[in-house]
């Protein structure tokens, strides 16, 4: 069985800042549970019942859509290395988009990246960890460069024409909101 937290503690601070990865899940009320694989240090813990990360610009755009018509999200982290934990965060989020007034102070926090599309404001309610003991050790490498040179070829032209044409709806025909209405 897990232990739970009403939040962050230091060590739970700690070990978020060791991982390279991170995992976002999120739903709407009906349509498909969405599982998205995170990194390039874009997530900040600011106190122990808030986080926030940065959303770049990629194929799909479900965690705008869901949070739309259901606030919750959980963000999960798991240990690859020495000790055998998973983490989760339990809570619900807001979506923030460059256009959006809050936009600025939040972005100053996280690295600045070409195609980010979202900061997601997330009201921690629970922390959970468990053992990890079925988590396959794993080394890391390096971070990918793919998606900068992606961004970086597109420019902000070809990104903003990129999210008028692939990323205005979730796979099940939900909004996302990513084009100023």
């Known amino acids: 069985m897990g232990k739970q937290f009403k939040g962050f503690e230091d060590s739970h601070i700690k070990f978020v ?70 983490m989760r965060a339990y809570g619900t989020a807001r979506t923030i988009h460059p256009r959006d007034d809050d936009w600025a102070g939040l972005a100053d926090q996280l690295p600045d990246l070409l195609g980010a599309r979202q900061i997601y404001d997330m009201d921690v309610e629970m922390v959970q960890t468990s053992c990890g003991y079925a988590v396959p050790f794993m080394d890391f490498r390096e971070d990918r460069p793919v998606l ?4 970086e070829d597109k420019g902000p032209d070809g990104i903003a024409d990129y999210w008028e044409t692939r990323n205005q709806t979730t796979i099940d025909g939900y909004p996302t909101g990513i084009v100023d209405p």
């Open 148 to 151: 900068r040179k992606w961004a």
């Open 17 to 86: 800042g060791e991982q390279h990865m991170y995992f976002v899940g999120t739903a709407g009320p009906e349509g498909r549970v969405n599982i998205s694989p995170k990194g390039m240090d874009s997530l900040r813990i600011l106190t122990p019942n808030r986080l926030i990360w940065l959303n770049v610009t990629g194929s799909g755009n479900e965690t705008a859509g869901h949070l739309a018509l259901k606030n919750r999200m959980t963000v999960m982290w798991c240990s690859y290395t020495t000790r055998p934990v998973i």
